[in-house]
């Protein structure tokens, strides 16, 4: 595609078609920007998925790529590229405020390790993104500030928590996006926008510099417009970061290569618990045509039974909120943030800092967590959860000595209504009854765009191995390929 076929819609490139531009030097970095930019003036209104826009750190980003490319040098396929980050990811200079009234002034000296080698890979950063206050939620609207509307249908909701990462990718804010899954938050509300979202592998891309929610489930990955630019982003963010304990000391493979369309002899598992209560008859439905449309390119299908998937969104809610608990205890107004104006003793201003710059849902976890950790209750809850966590790795475990990749739908439901599910929390956490399994087991997992239902996006899940990013990258591909479904970008 040139530039004049494209015009002054830029905005609608991926990041692989924009970048085949910026190498020819057919279109220049600021001229693609100033063009991504102008579409966020146009559309924000509408979607609200910014918290924060930086024009101008974006045109000084964008001048230094175009000085790369004059140059020939540096190079690489994210280079030139406007991209969002999601506002738990450190950002060094620039607001981040996890949505959070307690973070509303937080400018980082540092930039998360995600966000350092966007950086150094040349990508431009457009703004940073709204999201559930400290990602505990599934709408975007637990913000602290505003909820963001999905581009589908501006009376929805674009799911979450990473919600403003998927509205602008799939609303043309932004080419691509980075975002995080703790329980779903990526895949979730790529299904609801009609995007592509993988979370990878616990450890495979480093927490450095991302604001901790649960340590042992958060996962930081790319929001995409198809399959290709997910590999693509994921070249550049995975790999082995001493500064996080917890990221694996692994090679980073070149997961393009991956970009093969094809399945003949791979087996996909249909775990049943994944498309029986609690799913949307209709969703599951589109999900199984995915199947049935594999089969019919060469896999082979395996139905096959996860049985301890009912206890993990239980086990979830009690791991969760634990980690959380501890983890939100420095926000106390002392060192940063917000601090409630009090003149009175210590012991009062951090309560009124605590209880003025949290939000309902996060003062509900903090004391569901502090809770289930106290003294007399550990055993019976977390020990359990804990354990629970096990059952559901063994389960999976066992699930792939019959199957190379699981097939699944990523949300039980289509993107709901605003306000339809903010008074019932269990009805809010029903929506990541798919996604959670997988950051228990700490398994990559993958949403690709599957067809509508009502105009609305529906998406499939493919789970894989510990580290096997590449075969639910192939699978995805060979999908994408198949319908036709990649750059779907909603009519607003
Ligand atoms: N919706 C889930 C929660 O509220 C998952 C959130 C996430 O993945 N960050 O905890």
Request: charged residues 20%; glycine residues 8%; proline residues 6%.
């Amino acid at each position: 595609m040139t530039k004049g076929e494209r015009g002054m819609e830029l905005w609608k490139l991926t990041v692989h078609e924009a970048h085949e531009l910026l190498k020819r030097r057919e279109i220049s970095a600021v001229e693609l920007t100033k063009v991504v930019l102008d579409r966020i003036s146009q559309v924000e209104g509408k979607v609200k998925a910014f918290l924060t826009v930086t024009d101008e750190i974006a045109l000084k980003m964008a001048e230094e790529a175009d000085k790369r490319f004059a140059e020939g040098e540096n190079i690489t396929p994210l280079t030139g590229i406007p991209v969002a980050i999601k506002d738990n990811m450190c950002t060094k200079g620039i607001r981040t405020t996890c949505a959070s009234k307690i973070l509303y002034n937080f400018i980082p000296p540092y930039d998360a390790t995600a966000v350092a080698k966007l950086r150094e890979a040349g990508a431009v950063f457009v703004g940073k993104t709204n999201m559930d206050e400290f990602a505990m939620g599934s709408s975007t609207e637990f913000s602290g500030f505003h909820p963001t509307h999905n581009p589908w249908d501006l009376e929805r909701v674009p799911g979450g928590s990473s919600g403003g990462s998927a509205a602008a990718v799939a609303a043309g804010e932004c080419l691509a996006a980075l975002g995080s899954d703790t329980g779903g938050s990526i895949r979730q509300p790529a299904a609801f926008c009609g995007i592509v979202g993988m979370k990878p592998t616990y450890g495979r891309v480093s927490r450095y510099g991302l604001v901790a929610f649960a340590s042992s489930l958060d996962q930081i990955g790319p929001m995409t417009r198809d399959v290709t630019d997910c590999a693509l982003l994921l070249n550049v963010i995975a790999g082995h970061d001493p500064k996080d304990s917890t990221s694996i000391p692994q090679p980073v493979p070149d997961y393009t290569t991956a970009l093969v369309p094809d399945v003949k002899g791979m087996k996909i598992g249909l775990p049943r618990e994944y498309f029986g209560e609690g799913i949307d008859p209709k969703v599951a439905e589109v999900v199984m045509q995915v199947a049935r449309q594999l089969e019919s390119a060469g896999a082979e299908l395996i139905e096959l039974s996860l049985p301890t998937t009912e206890y993990a969104l239980a086990a979830y809610y009690i791991i969760a909120p634990a980690e959380a608990s501890s983890n939100l205890a420095r926000y106390d107004g002392v060192q940063y943030g917000y601090r409630a104006p009090v003149s009175e003793d210590i012991v009062t201003m951090y309560s009124r800092t605590r209880s003025e710059g949290f939000g309902h849902e996060v003062k509900h976890r903090i004391m569901l967590g502090t809770y289930t950790l106290s003294a007399g209750y550990y055993e019976a809850y977390y020990l359990r959860a804990a354990k629970v966590r096990t059952l559901i790795r063994q389960d999976f475990e066992r699930a792939f000595q019959q199957c190379d990749v699981l097939l699944t739908p990523t949300s039980p439901v289509l993107p709901f209504k605003l306000g339809e599910r903010t008074d019932d929390p269990l009805l809010m956490k029903m929506s990541d009854i798919c996604t959670i399994p997988a950051n228990m087991a700490g398994l990559p997992a993958i949403n690709v765009p599957c067809g509508f239902l009502d105009g609305l996006p529906v998406g499939v899940q493919f789970i894989g191995k510990v580290l096997d990013e590449p075969t639910i990258l192939r699978v995805a591909y060979t999908y994408e390929q198949i319908s036709g479904y990649r750059n779907l970008l909603a009519p607003l």
